[in-house]
């Protein structure tokens, strides 16, 4: 009965890095044609993990990581813009996020800012789940 059990977990565990590295050849979705430059940034650093809606990527879930949903509007009503561009600019492991990587060696302080107006907007529709 053991050894059925380390067959099982070991199939298990295959299966799930199949998955894994599947999912990392298909490419993240295209942002649509008439995009502005912050929506573009999204699209490029992260919808991988946030989804196109802010509401997370099946890509997240698969990779058992639990993005913060961008477009609930109460959650979202209780950061700052600068809490929003300090996680954004330096990751998540100075405030015990460390899952939120950080993104200030690829996008400059105005981007940040633009990027935190976007990510405003997907939380405008007032979702609050």
């Known amino acids: 009965m053991r050894r059925r059990g380390l067959l099982v977990l070991a199939t298990l565990g295959v299966v ?6 599947v999912a990392h ?6 942002p649509p ?5 912050a ?3 999204y699209y490029l650093r992260c919808v991988t993990c946030h989804g196109t809606v802010g509401t997370g ?10 993005p913060g949903n961008l477009a609930n509007s109460r959650r979202m009503a209780g ?3 600068q809490y929003l561009f300090d996680i954004i600019k330096l990751g998540g492991s100075p405030i015990g996020k460390p899952g939120m990587p950080s993104f ?3 996008l400059s302080d105005a981007e940040i ?6 990510i405003r907007s997907l939380s405008a529709g007032g979702s609050s789940p």
């Open 16 to 21: 799930a890095v199949n998955m894994i590295v």
């Open 25 to 30: 050849f298909i490419p993240d979705p295209a």
């Open 33 to 37: 044609p008439n995009a502005s430059p």
């Open 39 to 41: 929506q573009r940034v």
């Open 57 to 66: 990527s099946w890509r997240a879930t698969l990779s058992l990581i639990q």
């Open 79 to 81: 950061f700052s813009d």
């Open 104 to 106: 200030g060696s690829h």
């Open 113 to 118: 800012r633009e990027l935190v107006a976007y």
